[in-house]
């Protein structure tokens, strides 16, 4: 399976923070006044009160921007870190990559001393969204072997509440679902390059899903057909915010 350090080069372009959305994860945190982001990635999100970000990628942690929290090259299923290191642990679009889900979540609740944010996207929901339904079916089956079901995650949490993430039409983080209203977006390979699942399903699946949603785009068939989300302003498209107070 291809890693950061192979996929994460241009995240800084096309992984850019939405504000809405880093206004969930801040209300999200509460009153936390130092936390602690696992699989920060190149730190979106992190708020001015981030003590110390752990990512694994060396690729990433070198697109971190200055000033941001100092970061430790480690994994997160095994945190050289003390108990009780921060008011909060956060982990954003990041517990699908995990090789070990039981353990990297048992090292959130560790190191967090009040609370633990997760943001995450319910599978259920995420691989219904026009594009893996329609164009990449075979990549949401691929999805499918990595995915985390929502309650299972909830309940490995100790009961977290779950927290609708709806996700705006002119969304500035590119992550899967962020184009929803903009198709012609999945056509440029520096969008699909800050996208790990085009990076992680053959070239060959996903060239074909992508000629097919060129000629829709062109004869007009996708905005027919989904004539739909152009009104609107955000969509559902299954993530959620995940919050264990301890």
Same mark, same amino acid.
């Given at each position: 399976?291809?890693?950061?350090?192979?996929? %994460? +080069?241009?995240?800084?372009?096309?992984?850019?923070?939405?504000?809405?959305?880093?206004?969930?994860?801040?209300?999200?945190? %509460?009153?936390?006044?130092?936390?602690? @982001?696992?699989? !920060?990635?190149?730190?979106?999100? /992190?708020?001015?009160?981030?003590?110390?970000?752990? /990512?694994?990628?060396?690729?990433?942690? !070198?697109?971190?921007?200055?000033?941001?929290?100092?970061?430790?090259?480690?994994?997160? &299923?095994?945190?050289?870190?003390?108990?009780?290191?921060?008011?909060?642990?956060?982990?954003?679009? #990041?517990? $699908? $990559?995990?090789?070990?889900?039981? +353990?990297?979540?048992?090292?959130?609740?560790?190191?967090?001393?009040?609370?633990?944010?997760?943001?995450?996207?319910?599978?259920?929901? @995420?691989?219904? *969204?026009?594009?893996?339904?329609?164009?990449?079916?075979?990549?949401?089956? *691929?999805?499918?072997?990595?995915?985390?079901?929502?309650?299972?995650? !909830?309940?490995?949490?100790?009961?977290?509440?779950? &927290?609708?993430?709806?996700?705006?039409?002119?969304?500035?983080?590119?992550?899967?679902? +962020? *184009?929803?209203?903009?198709?012609?977006?999945?056509?440029?390979? &520096?969008?699909?390059?800050?996208?790990?699942? *085009?990076?992680? #399903?053959?070239?060959?699946?996903?060239?074909?899903?992508? !000629?097919?949603?060129?000629?829709?785009?062109?004869?007009?068939?996708? $905005?027919?057909?989904?004539?739909?989300?152009?009104?609107?302003?955000?969509?559902?498209?299954?993530?959620?915010?995940?919050?264990?107070?301890?």
């Amino acid at each position: 399976m291809a890693t950061y350090d192979s996929i %994460g +080069a241009t995240y800084a372009d096309t992984r850019r923070p939405d504000p809405r959305i880093a206004a969930r994860v801040r209300q999200a945190l %509460g009153s936390a006044t130092s936390v602690i @982001n696992v699989g !920060a990635g190149t730190g979106s999100y /992190e708020p001015s009160y981030t003590v110390l970000a752990v /990512e694994p990628s060396s690729v990433m942690i !070198a697109q971190r921007p200055a000033g941001s929290a100092p970061a430790l090259q480690a994994s997160a &299923e095994s945190i050289p870190l003390a108990d009780d290191s921060a008011d909060a642990a956060m982990a954003l679009l #990041t517990v $699908h $990559h995990w090789s070990d889900l039981e +353990a990297g979540i048992g090292e959130l609740l560790r190191i967090a001393r009040q609370r633990v944010v997760v943001l995450t996207f319910d599978p259920g929901i @995420n691989h219904r *969204f026009w594009l893996l339904e329609e164009y990449l079916p075979e990549a949401a089956a *691929f999805d499918s072997t990595r995915a985390v079901a929502v309650d299972r995650l !909830a309940m490995l949490l100790g009961g977290a509440r779950i &927290e609708t993430v709806p996700i705006p039409h002119d969304c500035t983080d590119g992550f899967l679902a +962020a *184009f929803w209203r903009r198709p012609e977006a999945y056509l440029d390979p &520096e969008v699909r390059a800050g996208i790990s699942l *085009f990076a992680q #399903t053959g070239d060959e699946v996903v060239q074909q899903g992508l !000629a097919r949603l060129s000629d829709d785009l062109t004869s007009g068939r996708w $905005h027919r057909r989904h004539a739909d989300l152009l009104d609107r302003e955000t969509l559902d498209v299954g993530y959620r915010l995940l919050v264990a107070d301890l």
